[in-house]
Nanobody, 119 residues
Framework: QVQLVESGGGLVQPGGSLRLSCAAS????????MSWYRQAPGKQRELVAS???????NYADSVKGRFTISRDNAKNTVYLQMNSLKPGDTAVYYC?????????????WGQGTQVTVSS
């Protein structure tokens, strides 16, 4: 059974920091590209950051320079360090694991963790 369990969300003041974690089980973690998405009320889910198997990272323009994605294959965990948080970062943050090889596709999601940036 595949599980992606996010943690680390909460309420933080503007300018503050949070570190999200996503612990994976039931998959060969090192084979998967890992991403963080977010969805704010009334908006579509959007990609925040991704880190592929080889370690290359990609960020949404809105978070470049403020957020950092990393992974620890020994711990089957991906992280999202979020600094200089803004009210516009308020959303439910989801972890995603994606695998693609030839005709095989696997796509898994966590349950989400709420991040609220407010004074």
């Amino acid at each position: 059974q595949v599980q992606l369990v996010e943690s680390g969300g909460g309420l933080v003041q503007p300018g503050g920091s949070l570190r999200l974690s996503c612990a994976a089980s039931g998959i060969t973690f090192s084979f998967y590209d890992m991403s963080w998405y977010r969805q704010a009320p009334g908006k579509q889910r959007e990609l925040v950051a991704s880190i592929i198997v080889r370690g290359t990272t990609n960020y949404a323009d809105s978070v470049k320079g403020r957020f950092t994605i990393s992974r620890d294959n020994a711990k089957n965990t991906v992280y999202l360090q979020m600094n200089s948080l803004k009210p516009g970062d308020t959303a439910v943050y989801y972890c995603n694991a994606y695998y693609s090889m030839s005709s095989m596709r696997r796509d898994y999601w966590g349950q989400g963790t709420q991040v609220t940036v407010s004074s």
